[in-house]
């Protein structure tokens, strides 16, 4: 690890596609992601590269072939590690993923790391999706604000998920355990007319939270959860993501806004092919988060 300070210049971030944070790049100009990929049968394709959201959720309803997703192999790392380092100038790489409980992707960035004799510090930030996308655009406005260590980058990004909560409402649980993240019994609960389930991630690992009947129902649920675990004075940081259901996010997004007017609402997006695999269409998921410091 180096121990001189960093900045936006000097330091890159690198995701994986289950951030669903596509435009990260435009979002800030040291900001990289590299794609997961999706199958149906023997046809592979990149996340958001080769299949969008819509055509995703499109197809998802139509082919025959349930999807299967895959994580980058090291040589995808290593080659975008390499363009940051040879290409752009970057001088160190901090790469962000999703919880090594649910998927190989940190392993493998990993394997792409130790290539790169300490340039590439790889950090399991214990969530996904839009927990992921809010950890990172942390570490990037810290880096934005100056220079600053390394250690205090790790830091933002390790302790994210103590800070923050994911809650995901379902009209299913069939995609969940049908790639293995879920008991069957679970899947059953949550097959039950009108029911939405509620999950959460508890250190990495999917957890159930709880269960809710209707729209109006889910919208009170999510806004007593954050009424409860959240102050009104407190600095929070808001993402919202959808499974082809966007007046379901934009409900949520306005009711965070009616419950906590001071937060800051970084990012209402769909989610992507990989995380749609696991999720299935209907779904909406919320993360609030502290600010750090």
């Avoid at 752009?88 to 960035?109: I, K, N, P, W």
């Avoid at 809710?212 to 409860?228: F, I, K, M, T």
């Avoid at 906590?260 to 988060?289: D, F, K, Q």
């Amino acid at each position: 690890m180096t121990s001189e300070a960093l900045t936006a210049e000097r330091c890159a971030i690198v995701l994986d596609s289950t951030s669903d944070l596509p435009d990260c790049r435009e979002r800030h100009a040291n900001m990289r992601m590299v794609p997961l990929t999706v199958r149906f049968g023997d046809e592979e394709l990149l996340d958001y590269e080769e299949i969008s959201p819509q055509r995703f959720y499109e197809r998802l309803a139509t082919d025959p072939l349930p999807p299967h997703t895959a994580a980058p192999p090291p040589e995808r790392f290593a080659l975008c590690y390499r363009e940051l380092f040879e290409r752009d100038g970057f001088e160190h790489v901090l790469s962000l993923h999703l919880s090594e409980a649910l998927s190989a992707t940190v392993d493998s960035a990993r394997l792409a790391a130790a290539e790169f004799g300490g340039r590439v510090t790889v950090v399991d930030t214990r969530t996904v999706s839009i927990g992921l996308a809010l950890a990172a655009l942390g570490v990037a406005r810290q880096l934005d604000d100056g220079p600053c260590a390394l250690a205090d980058l790790v830091a933002t990004a390790e302790g994210f998920h103590k800070r923050s909560r994911l809650v995901f409402a379902f009209e299913t649980l069939e995609f969940l355990q049908r790639n293995g993240r879920i008991g069957r019994g679970q899947a059953l609960v949550g097959g039950l007319l009108g029911v939405r389930p509620l999950l959460t991630l508890v250190d990495g690992e999917v957890e159930p939270l709880g269960r809710v009947r209707g729209h109006a129902r889910l919208l009170a649920e999510l806004e007593r959860l954050v009424c409860e675990e959240t102050r009104p004075d407190e600095r929070l940081r808001v993402g919202v993501a959808h499974a082809q259901a966007e007046n379901i996010a934009n409900d949520i997004a306005e009711t965070v806004r009616q419950a906590r007017p001071e937060a800051v609402i970084e990012l209402v997006a769909p989610l992507g092919a990989v995380v749609g695999t696991n999720t299935g269409p209907g779904g909406a998921g919320l993360v609030w988060a502290r600010e750090s410091g």
